[in-house]
């Protein structure tokens, strides 16, 4: 069930906690041991499903005006969910360490402009 009661900000809170959840998960791994991991590996997938669901539900014209691939977010969600036998775990690593702190920063910036 949607709750669209969910503000927008707090939908980005919810998306940077699911990236500190992250990050304090991988903190101590290496992408040798993330790989062996398979409770690790479904903690971030879940918080990864996090980010993707939250994104959703913001304004489009909010996003619109950062540059940012945000309908890859969305896409990885999709992938997470409806994909899941195809997921490639060091394709997920890579997104945790390339990917994950570009989309912390522009969270915290677009957090810090329109709310």
Do not use: C
């Not at 927008?8 to 998960?25: C, M, N, S, V």
């Not at 992408?31 to 489009?60: H, M, P, S, T």
């Amino acid at each position: 069930m949607r709750d669209s009661r969910i503000s927008g900000k707090e939908r980005i809170d919810h998306i940077l906690q699911a990236i500190a959840d992250i990050e304090t998960f991988t903190r101590e791994s290496t992408k040798e041991i993330f790989l062996k991991d398979l409770v690790l590996i479904n903690a971030v997938l879940f918080q990864f499903a996090i980010i993707g669901e939250a994104i959703i539900y913001i304004d489009k014209d909010i996003f619109s005006k950062y540059e940012y691939p945000w309908h890859r977010v969305r896409g990885f969600r999709n992938f997470i969910l409806h994909e899941y036998h195809a997921i490639e775990f060091r394709v997920v690593w890579d997104a945790i360490t390339n990917d994950l702190p570009k989309l912390k920063e522009m969270m915290e910036i677009v957090k810090n402009n329109e709310f």
